[in-house]
């Protein structure tokens, strides 16, 4: 069974930078591309970032590009964000998820198989 488990959030003042990691376990995670999505208080969760299966494409929302990197670790079975020059608005509930079939990017919170738990990601002003 696939397992995300994500961790690096936390508090942080406007302008500043935090790093998120996810863990994952229970299948071959370099045959598959991994996303971040996010959820604020009151609104639908929303795609952040992607990643390819090999790491050299990646997608970005347009209100994070130039800010958020995603980034994996095929031999650690590690998906990361680093996001820098954050804003209040980028305050949310932070989640790694993965498609079920492989090798194809996805986008769509539809077409994700799997999710972590998440972590919330405080930006202050």
């Known amino acids: 069974q696939v397992q995300l488990v994500e961790s690096g959030g936390g508090l942080v003042q406007a302008g500043g930078s935090l790093r998120l990691s996810c863990a994952a376990s229970?299948?071959?995670?370099?045959?598959?591309?991994m996303d971040w999505f996010r959820q604020a208080p009151g609104k639908e969760r929303e795609f952040v970032a992607a990643i390819s299966w090999s790491g050299s494409t990646t997608y970005y929302a347009d209100s994070v590009k130039g800010r958020f990197t995603i980034s994996r670790d095929n031999a650690k079975s590690t998906l990361g964000l680093q996001m820098n020059s954050l804003k209040p608005e980028d305050t949310a509930v932070y989640y790694c998820?993965?498609?079920?079939?492989?090798?194809?990017?996805?986008?769509?919170?539809?077409?994700?198989?799997?999710w972590g738990k998440g972590t919330l990601v405080t930006v202050s002003s």
């Open positions: 229970g299948r071959t995670f370099s045959n598959f591309a």
């Open positions: 998820a993965a498609p079920g079939g492989p090798f194809t990017v996805r986008r769509g919170t539809q077409d994700m198989k799997y």
